[in-house]
C-alpha cells in the first residue's frame, strides 16, 4: 500500500496522494507505513531530478506535497511512543543569503526523517549558528547557501 502513495508523490498527483492518504488513516493504516511511502516518493523525485527528468519546480512541488500529508499524519504519528527524535541539526542560511527552498526541503526532510530540527532561517550571521550550537547542545550543523556566478 505505501507503494501507491510513493507513485502518487513522485508523480505530483497532490489530490490522489492526500486522498489515499485520509483513506488509509480512516481504514487504520500504519501513519509510519504511510510516512515511509511518502519519504520514498520524495526519494524517487530526487533520483528523477538527478537524472534530468524533473526539474527544480517539480522537486520544489513534491515537497509541498510531503509537507501537506505530514501534517495529516502528524497527529497520529505524535501518538505513538516509537516516534522518538534520533537527533538534533541546527540549520540556517548563511548572512547574505535570502534563498530558502532548498533549506526548507532538507529541514523538512531531517524532521520527517526523527531529527529534532533549530531552523534559523535566512541570513543568518555565524554568531546566531554558534549560540543555536551551544543552546541545543547538536553536533551537526547545516549551512545553505546560494552561489551566484552572474
Known sequence: ??????????????????????????????????????????????????????????????????????????????????????GKVVMGTVKGDIHDIGKDLVVFMLDVSGFEVTDLGIDVPVQIFVDAVRETGSRVVGLSGFQNDH
Open 1 to 86: 500500500m505505501p507503494e501507491e502513495l510513493t507513485m502518487l508523490l513522485a508523480d505530483l498527483q497532490e489530490p490522489e496522494a492526500l486522498a489515499f492518504v485520509e483513506k488509509a488513516l480512516e481504514q487504520g493504516s500504519d501513519p509510519l507505513d504511510l510516512l515511509t511511502g511518502a519519504k520514498e516518493g520524495m526519494t524517487t523525485m530526487g533520483e528523477r531530478f538527478s537524472d534530468s527528468d524533473s526539474f527544480i519546480p517539480d522537486l520544489v512541488f513534491s515537497g509541498e506535497i510531503l509537507k501537506r500529508i505530514v501534517a495529516l499524519l502528524e497527529p497520529h504519528l505524535k501518538t505513538q511512543s516509537q516516534f522518538k527524535k534520533i
